[in-house]
Nanobody, 123 residues
Framework: QVQLVESGGGLVQPGGSLRLSCAASGGIFSGYGMAWYRQAPGKQRELVAKITPGLSTNYADSVTGRFTISRDNAKNTMYLQMNSLKPEDTAVYYC?????????????????WGQGTQVTVSS
């Protein structure tokens, strides 16, 4: 069974930086599409960034130019470098990955999820 485990969340001041990691096990990581989603209190889960097995990337407009998604297939790990953080980036960030895109009621995502890591941007 595929497991995804996030780490790196925490409390940071506006303008600061954090790097999230997602460690994968139990599957063939290099063949998976991977993504980061986030969900703020009272809001719907939204795509932050995604990266394909071929290293193509896409970003939400709200994070373009500030966040960078990457992956290290040798370490079975995906990263999200977050710079110039804003209070509106506060959310639980979820690692997502797999081979299939599934419908989750109002968005598509891959079949495997991590447990989430809290990111809080506040002074």
């Amino acid at each position: 069974q595929v497991q995804l485990v996030e780490s790196g969340g925490g409390l940071v001041q506006p303008g600061g930086s954090l790097r999230l990691s997602c460690a994968a096990s139990g599957g063939i990581f290099s063949g998976y599409g991977m993504a980061w989603y986030r969900q703020a209190p009272g809001k719907q889960r939204e795509l932050v960034a995604k990266i394909t097995p071929g290293l193509s990337t896409n970003y939400a407009d709200s994070v373009t130019g500030r966040f960078t998604i990457s992956r290290d297939n040798a370490k079975n790990t995906m990263y999200l470098q977050m710079n110039s953080l804003k209070p509106e980036d506060t959310a639980v960030y979820y690692c997502n990955g797999g081979r299939e895109r599934r419908w989750y009621g109002y968005y598509y995502a891959y079949e495997y999820w991590g447990q989430g890591t809290q990111v809080t941007v506040s002074s």
